[in-house]
């Protein structure tokens, strides 16, 4: 297929200083919890995106001195002469496939902890950290010296970057590190020449710029990631005076707003291209190429960025992330099979805990390496042999799909009229439409493959699974969410969790309103809780939530979303009760425990709905082991079950298990290697 000609503004080539991108597409800078840990897969996984035609590919951000520490996240560096080794690995895989790369150097002031080097970090000020792990220390108010010292820091790393072979090098002036607390008189009160006027916070910024810019000259770009005030008419930092200062020294900005919750932001609260006002601003103020992040899915929606003006280049993270090949499949015609992004941020959230990022619609993100899986290309079947799936939720879907796509003859059966399982119920929340993609991007691949055959509303019982002679089957018949509270707080039911009023999460999804105030109880902890009661609220009910942790939904503090959680809940009416625990119900009285204390409340209310833990749906899977010897003998080869009816999960977690089913059914030996330093 050809390429819509429409399309063809994304394909033009456009100069950074020194340097020619090939097209618009732009994998900016993102972190993936490998960095310098595991360096083969980080330049694995950018060498993908590259293959999928992303005309610039970026690293994450790199430390360039120990004082800049980031663990126990695993974040790039670009230190000395091993981590240039590690880097040029992905400079090499990058441009193999004729893409430019780019490398972040970062120092993160009062922001890193430190915790491994134990190096005492420097700012603006003497600064309390505000690292995720709370570490009560500070930084060291920097001297002139250190301001000197500095500056060298990153002509030492551009030199670096040079030798690791980057075409664009970039100096990092916000998400409230060090070069963005210089620009922001919040915490920048000195009273020398670095402080106080718009001249004097842009200076540092200004001379880093030069600095790079003096190291890098004629062989790399420079570039420089700043951020714009959401609201124009509200600029408490100074942010578009101080661009005003520099807007013609980079040779390319990369903008983002200065608010990490919108930049960030799920699908839940923020849309796709909801930032680009304050893009447009900094492109109308400066003569240099402008990229922005927009969680871009649509290519009529990036299209319209470069032909309106609003940017130059098309920013991506999450949606390279979802699907590596956007660029490629555009190119080729093939928009029906773009892998869109669902904003869960799932991505984000492994790697704010320090490991590997993953992605709920691209189950082979992080695992190009480690397991040689490539978003686009399957092994063919290892036999002329049929599979049975039973089940089609995430898992059953993704692996109907990944098997289709090895060439099995495969047969899909789903109980239910409607192919989908939890997600079509889950994406009737509020928010939480884009959930909807899982589901619909597996229903159009498996719409081309003739070898798939779908069953729907077709209910198989053990009698029926032997009878097709599937020399294969795989059940993946989902799980059910528990009404009697056990979960992470408690592994007992709590007292009348059978009596009427006591309301299970499943009736919710499928649409009973109660008639009266209801008490949700939270020990899941992520997002369902709160869309629950945003679904109630909307309805006229009035809804309280209580929960054993010390914070509602702390999960999505890992996905960027707890503050706009809460944030919403509050404006909804919601009544919130932390760090209690359910321990019985009694007509319409809650009774909960202090999990501190001990000491006992209650709550008044008509309805109770607790949120705990789920079920797995394995009697079909006993019932077929106890008869695996009818099923060996009837020439049947493997049996498996797989998703949230072997171990309940996230729905990441139940398509990489759906599709790690696929990719390993008939292999004889799994490959899984392990990305490590070893001692020489």
């Not at 919040?186 to 200076?203: K, L, T």
Request: net charge negative; with cysteine; charged share 25%.
């Amino acid at each position: 297929m050809a390429r819509d000609p429409r399309y063809d503004p994304l394909f033009e080539p456009i100069k950074i200083g020194p340097v020619t991108a090939p097209n618009r597409f732009y994998q900016v800078p993102h972190c993936t919890g490998m960095g310098y840990r595991r360096p083969q897969m980080l330049a694995a996984m950018r060498g993908v995106k590259a293959e999928g035609g992303w005309g610039v590919v970026c690293t994450e951000y790199c430390s360039i001195h120990a004082s800049s520490d980031e663990s126990p996240y695993p974040s790039a560096s670009l230190r000395d002469d091993d981590d240039v080794r590690n880097l040029r690995l992905m400079t090499d895989a990058v441009h193999a496939q004729g893409s430019l790369a780019g490398v972040e150097l970062w120092y993160g002031g009062h922001t890193s902890a430190n915790l491994y080097s134990r190096e005492v970090a420097l700012d603006v000020a003497s600064l309390a950290n505000t690292s995720s792990q709370g570490v009560p220390v500070q930084s060291q108010a920097m001297s002139k010296a250190d301001i000197r010292e500095f500056r060298d820091l990153h002509r030492k790393a551009a030199r670096r970057a040079l030798e690791a072979d980057f075409d664009i090098v970039y100096v990092y002036g916000n998400h409230g590190y060090l070069l963005h607390n210089f620009l922001n008189p919040y915490f920048n009160r000195r009273a020398d020449e670095y402080g106080g006027s718009i001249d004097n916070r842009v200076r540092l910024l200004r001379e880093v710029i030069e600095d790079v810019s003096e190291i890098v000259a004629g062989r790399s770009a420079v570039a420089v990631r700043y951020s714009m005030p959401m609201q124009l008419d509200d600029d408490d930092e100074g942010l578009i005076e101080c661009f005003q200062q520099i807007a013609e020294l980079p040779d390319l900005w990369d903008i983002t707003v200065n608010d990490y919750r919108y930049e960030m932001g799920s699908s839940r609260f923020v849309k796709e291209a909801a930032n680009q006002a304050a893009v447009a601003k900094v492109k109308s103020m400066t003569g240099k190429p402008v990229v922005s992040v927009g969680r871009f899915t649509s290519p009529d929606t990036m299209l319209a960025q470069v032909a309106n003006g609003t940017q130059d280049f098309i920013g991506a993270a999450r949606p390279s992330i979802a699907d590596p090949f956007l660029p490629r499949k555009i190119d080729q015609g093939r928009l029906e099979d773009i892998r869109e992004c669902i904003g869960c941020n799932v991505c984000y959230a492994h790697d704010s805990l320090g490991v590997p990022l993953r992605c709920t619609q691209n189950p082979t993100m992080g695992e190009e390496w480690r397991r040689g899986w490539h978003p686009e290309r399957i092994e063919s079947r290892h036999a002329d042999e049929s599979v049975l799936i039973v089940g089609a939720g995430p898992a059953g879907l993704e692996a109907a799909c990944a098997l289709g796509q090895r060439g099995y003859q495969v047969i899909l059966a789903e109980a239910e009229q409607e192919l989908g399982g939890r997600i079509n119920r889950e994406s009737r929340l509020p928010g939480l439409s884009e959930y909807a993609r899982v589901r619909d991007w597996r229903l159009g691949q498996l719409a081309g493959m003739e070898n798939v055959q779908v069953y729907p509303d077709n209910r198989l019982d053990v009698e029926s699974i032997l009878e097709l002679d599937s020399q294969h089957v795989i059940l993946a018949t989902g799980a059910t969410w528990r009404s009697d509270g056990v979960g992470r707080w408690s592994n007992l039911p709590f007292a009348g969790c059978d009596q009427d009023n006591v309301i299970g999460v499943e009736r919710i999804l499928e649409g009973f309103l109660p008639d009266g105030p209801v008490v949700i109880y939270d020990d899941d902890h992520y997002y369902l809780g709160s869309a629950i009661a945003l679904r109630l609220c909307s309805a006229g009910v009035r809804v309280a939530m209580v929960t054993p942790e010390v914070a509602l939904a702390g999960w999505s503090q890992h996905t960027e979303e707890h503050s706009l959680i809460m944030e919403t809940l509050i404006e909804a009416g919601v009544q919130i009760i932390t760090a209690k625990g359910l321990v019985g119900w009694q007509s319409g009285t809650v009774q909960l425990e202090c999990i501190y204390s001990g000491s006992e409340s209650i709550i008044e209310t008509d309805y109770l709905v607790p949120i705990s833990a789920r079920v797995a749906n394995d009697e079909l899977w006993h019932g077929l082991d106890s008869q695996r010897e009818k099923f060996t003998d009837r020439g049947g080869l493997s049996l498996q079950r797989t998703g949230d009816c072997r171990a309940p999960g996230i729905i990441a977690a139940a398509v990489y298990a759906g599709h790690k089913a696929a990719r390993e059914l008939g292999q004889t030996e799994v490959k899984f290697k392990r990305d490590r330093v070893v001692v020489k």
